[in-house]
């Protein structure tokens, strides 16, 4: 029976099904809505300008467009579980075709909310819930037809979210300056920084070296090894504790990083007052708080 959910609800199906028995991090940038119900235990998401926290029974929507940090955690002596719907730009367009747009203003986008429109939810995912508690093996047009039924709800929801969830295409144009300041904790490839601010790769690069003169893997580099010197110096965090939340993949990574621009070890640092820190690091914003 595990075996045939899995095939039916793999991470590049319309609906995606997830089950974990240990506490898990990870980051998202995928070019998708994601609608979200958790079956069992907690989740946490964060993105540049929001957190929010969920429970069993609850609802999620995450947005496109944006970076998120992910943190599940199983139940007491259970699971994680959750159901996801993937909502691509496709199915939007395949919606647009039988429905009316509902005219309504432009909006700031809603990258991350919690949903309050249980009754229409329920009614979602009960089938779906079902048919992973049985063995029943859903086709790709049932699973289409239901992620064409979940936009329709998100489209009831609220008017804000609505204007979010029908726009599609190129994302818009974002001042260079501040969305990196914003987002430069998160580990992507310059690619998705470059399509989320609304610009080609090249252009990205081009503009990059305008505003920030220098290329954008080392100012990514140098941005986050300067918060983790603070973070080391100032709220004595171990290396352990940061080294992730600041955009490296493993903890020898960023230690062999550190070493390299600051000459001593990231745990082996000395008492720093403040004006020990160096001067081109004065500027550094701590990222946002853990989850």
Known sequence: ??????????????????????????????????????????????????QVASRTGEYMFVGKGD????????????????????????????????NLCPSVPEHSPVILRKLENRKLLDLLFSPVVQSIRH?????????????????????LTDKELSSFVLRFGTYPQKDLREYMEQNYVFNAPLRKFAEYSGRSLSTFRREFLQ??????????????????YRKLCEERLKPSAI?????????????????????????KLPETKEKEIPECDRDVQPPADRL
Not at 135 to 149: A, D, H, N
């Open 211 to 228: 505003v920030f003169g220098t290329t954008p893997a080392k100012w990514l580099m140098d941005k986050r090894l300067s918060a983790a």
């Open 243 to 267: 080294y992730w939340e600041l955009g490296f993949e493993t903890q020898a990574h960023f230690s062999r990083c550190f070493k390299q621009k600051y000459g001593c070890s990231s745990g």
């Open 1 to 50: 029976m595990k075996k045939r959910i899995a095939e039916a609800y793999s991470a590049d199906s319309p609906i995606y099904y997830i089950c974990y028995d240990r506490p898990t991090f990870k980051e998202i940038h995928e070019p998708c809505h994601k609608l979200m119900y958790i079956l069992e235990g907690r989740i946490r998401i964060q993105t540049s300008h929001a």
């Open 135 to 155: 063995p029943y093996l859903p086709g790709q047009r049932w699973m289409w037809m239901k992620v064409q039924e979940a936009i329709h709800i998100l489209t």
């Open 67 to 98: 970076f998120s940090r992910i943190r599940t955690y199983p139940s007491a002596g259970g699971l994680f579980r959750m159901i996801c719907f993937n909502i691509t730009d496709k199915d939007v367009k395949s919606y647009l075709q039988y």
